[in-house]
């Protein structure tokens, strides 16, 4: 009877046919430049991606900090909380698979009225003994019935069954183990979030910290200028003009350094909090560009892979499969209902005498229930099943299309961040070339401050835009690992029942060398 259930079997998405990241071939490696990260970076097509993927940065206290959140954070859980939740709900759900049985004993003294005794009374007991009301015969009060005092018992075992003629509950639990799947997903992608948040954080700190190097480099340069300016204006080899001038030149530079300031202190604050910590305990762990190193080879999955390794592209492929159930089960209760009740036990009138034989009774009930008129009620909600059926399929598939676009710009990004590197050297070095020359000059009294001045800030730029650059590089890089998946079929088990049993992406090498 329970052989079938009704609605559409789910069937997993296949990956896009002749997927790819770019019109054309992209290359397989970068432009190198003669600079901290400058490395040439090559991309190795279907290698696996590692989950510690931040130790490829070949910086200790990167991964010292990482391996701290990944820890302590309140992020990670909270996500074990809601997946160990949703299998709950799911064990919850498979229960009704089988009867529900409870036991229950009851004891009470009562009262009857004499009136009532006849058919009220507990009657002839196990051991033979009748209680009954009796009447009193004494004409002095007029002849009654008197009221009969006595206790009862009753020890009863009740059963009941609702048999999945039709698979509803069978479809509930599948939408219930989509969802806790969902939440398995949930909680792989925090791993990975909290990961890549804490190489970011660490980037945008080395990078900050960069700036103010050469946001101050600039200052000492400018008031060197300027008391060269100061002096030269005392012996009439400088006019007031060109000291004001400078003057405003450095307090333009200063006026740069207090943002800087304010990004590092903020910056340090994101990197407490993503290791659980309150903004007044601070990590020892601090990063400068030089501290980080570039990854030279970089994995690139192929592209049918992307969406199996892509934590937010199998939550929503989980989301369509519970969305699929919904329509099973919307059907079903449109389809009659059988259930199954039944009673047993024991009363009497004294404990002693429950096992007495004369004292058991049972029931045995079936019930087939059927809506006949609901105003279309059933009806509706099956239809609202099948477009949640169609939205969370078009979800999935907006959902691909961000994945495989979150891989191609990265990998371009990479590819144009690396030329901009290494124009941004080029630029640094010439703007460094000339601003030497030009000083030279200007103290020879070959060219006027008009032209140190112009020189000083096209050096300014040129350095800012050096450090920026550098740290679009490890920026790039981290964001590659992410959008590829961030290994999560990799990550060992952190303790026992932590997770559901997770299977890597087919054709995906692990770390044990499972497929």
Known sequence: ??????????????????????????????????????????????????????????????????ERALRASPTIESAKAALRQAQELVSAQQGLFFPTIGSAFNAQRQKLAGNLSGSSAPGVQGNGAAISAFQNANPNPPPHNKPLFFNFYALQLDAAWTPDVFGSNRRQVESLEAQANMQRFELEAAYITLASN??????????????????????????????????????????????????????????????????????????????????????????????????????????????????????????????????GVAIAARLPLFTLTSTAGNTAAFLGQLPYPGAGFWTLTGNVAQTLFDAGTLLHKERAADEALVQAATQYRSTVITAFQNVADTLHS??????????????????????????????????????????????????????????????????LFQALGGGWWNRKELAVGDEATRSPPNGVKTASGQR
Request: aromatic content about 4%.
């Open 198 to 327: 804490v190489v970011a954080a660490a980037i945008l700190e080395a990078s900050t910290r960069a700036q103010i190097d050469a946001t101050q480099a600039i200052i000492d340069a400018d008031k060197k200028a300027l008391e060269i300016l100061r002096n030269q204006q005392k012996y009439g080899q400088a006019m007031g003009i060109d000291a004001a001038a400078q003057e405003a030149a450095l307090a333009a530079v200063e006026q740069t350094l207090p943002p800087l300031q304010k990004q590092l202190e903020v910056t340090r604050d994101l990197i407490r909090a993503l290791v659980g910590n309150l903004p007044n305990e601070d990590v020892a762990e601090t990063f400068t560009l030089a501290s980080l190193h570039l990854p030279q080879d970089l994995p690139v999955s192929l592209p049918s892979k992307i969406v199996e390794q892509r934590p937010d592209v199998r939550a929503a492929e989980e989301a369509m499969r519970s969305a699929n159930a919904d329509v």
């Open 414 to 479: 990479l590819l144009a961040d690396a030329d901009a590197l290494q124009a941004a050297v080029a630029a640094e070095h010439a703007a460094k070339v000339t601003l030497d020359l030009t000083q030279k000059q200007s103290q020879a009294g070959y060219v006027n401050y008009l032209a140190l001045l112009s020189a000083e800030q096209a050096y300014q730029t040129a350095l800012i835009n050096l450090v920026q650059a550098q740290a679009s590089r490890y920026g790039d890089t981290a964001a």
């Open 1 to 66: 009877m329970s052989g079938c259930a009704v609605g559409p079997d789910f069937k997993r998405p296949v990956a896009p046919d002749a997927a790819g990241f770019a019109p054309k071939p992209l290359p397989a490696v970068t432009v190198a430049a003669a600079v901290n990260a400058g490395t040439a970076q090559h991309f190795l097509s279907g290698q696996d991606v590692p989950f510690d993927w931040w130790t490829a940065f070949q910086c200790p206290q990167l991964n010292t900090l990482v």
